[in-house]
């Protein structure tokens, strides 16, 4: 079995928390991925933190790697130009490889023309200083991450543990994916297109929580549940169920469930036989056409298309 080279780049001011994200979830992959990290001299780096690190390797891992993450810096650092030494290094890596920028990493690639006529993502916090940095980048800055092949960007902190879980769900399939998250105790799957930021995610203190009703309505994908259903569960009025809904989990509680039946269809997309329509059946949806509308509204690729992609991987 062929490992895949991974070679992380911490540059001076780098966050600790998301310089270790790719070793810790790709190095939870059944040794299926070697993780080096490196810097763009061979010395020490200095994060945003009390503390440096030391790195094993200098920038000609780079020339090495299948997949190269830009690790991110404190905002404090960020520029309109690559540094000589960054864009030397950057130069290194071999045409093809698979670019990966986790939160504010994106403004490296973005600073080097690499994103231009792209779509990407960064942490909301910084979102308007990159459109005013970088015109030509196309920024969705409401999202997890954007994988726009071979360049994958992420948002802040816990995503860029969304992106290296969804590089190994891409790259080996659902079940490798969520035996990584378990070993990590980390949630299996938050779709690329769900909200970065919600402004009220846990209830104020004494009020009810949809949490139930969200569990009850998982158990009952295949049903149609209706807003009338949920707030029923909830013991609540509709308006304020639909209320609370949002406040807790930043969509309403239609667009929730079309989310949460698009990640179950996936799911049996990657390990089933069953047709398009069967699966639809399964998750909710009407019709196979109403799964195939959903699934390219999603992730612009239609089921059977995902299907060989995962079956590869399986």
């Given at each position: 079995?062929?490992?895949?080279?991974?070679?992380?780049l911490a540059?001076?001011?780098?966050y600790p928390f998301e310089l270790g994200i790719p070793s810790r979830i790709l190095g939870a992959a059944d040794g299926r991925y070697e993780v080096l990290t490196c810097s763009v001299d061979g010395r020490p780096v200095r994060?945003?933190?009390?503390?440096?690190?030391?790195?094993e390797h200098g920038p000609e891992a780079l020339a090495t790697a299948d997949?190269?993450?830009?690790?991110?810096?404190?905002?404090?650092?960020?520029?309109?130009?690559?540094?000589?030494?960054?864009l030397a290094a950057l130069a290194l890596i071999r045409p093809g490889t698979r670019i990966v920028s986790i939160c504010t990493g994106a403004f490296v690639?973005?600073?080097?023309?690499?994103?231009?006529?792209?779509?990407?993502t960064t942490h909301w916090q910084v979102a308007d200083r990159f459109r005013r940095m970088f015109p030509r980048v196309d920024l969705d800055p409401d999202v997890l991450f954007v994988d726009d092949h071979p360049f994958l960007t992420s948002a802040g902190a816990a995503s860029g543990v969304d992106i290296c879980l969804h590089l190994v769900r891409k790259d080996h399939g659902s079940r490798l994916a969520n035996g990584v998250a378990r070993r990590c105790v980390v949630p299996p799957f938050r779709d690329g297109g769900q909200a970065q930021?919600?402004?009220?995610?846990?209830?104020?203190?004494?009020?009810a929580s949809t949490a139930a009703t969200r569990a009850w309505a998982l158990e009952r994908l295949g049903e149609p549940l209706t807003l009338a259903d949920l707030s029923g569960h909830a013991r609540m009025s509709q308006r304020t169920f639909a209320r609370?809904?949002?406040d807790e989990v930043g969509l309403s509680p239609g667009r929730w469930l079309i989310q949460q039946r698009v990640v179950r269809a996936r799911h049996l997309l990657e390990s089933s036989d069953l047709t398009v329509d069967q699966i639809a059946g399964r998750v909710g949806f009407a019709t196979g056409a109403s799964l195939?509308?959903?699934?390219?509204?999603?992730?612009?690729?239609?089921?059977?298309?995902?299907?060989?992609?995962?079956?590869?991987?399986?």
């Open positions: 079995m062929r490992r895949e080279r991974v070679v992380v540059l001076d001011g780098v994060t945003n933190a009390d503390f440096g690190v030391t790195v997949t190269v993450v830009i690790a991110p810096v404190a905002p404090d650092r960020l520029t309109d130009e690559v540094p000589g030494d960054v690639l973005a600073a080097a023309g690499l994103l231009d006529g792209r779509r990407a930021y919600i402004e009220q995610p846990v209830p104020e203190q004494g009020a609370r809904f949002h195939r509308q959903h699934l390219n509204a999603a992730i612009g690729v239609s089921p059977q298309a995902y299907r060989r992609t995962f079956q590869a991987a399986r």
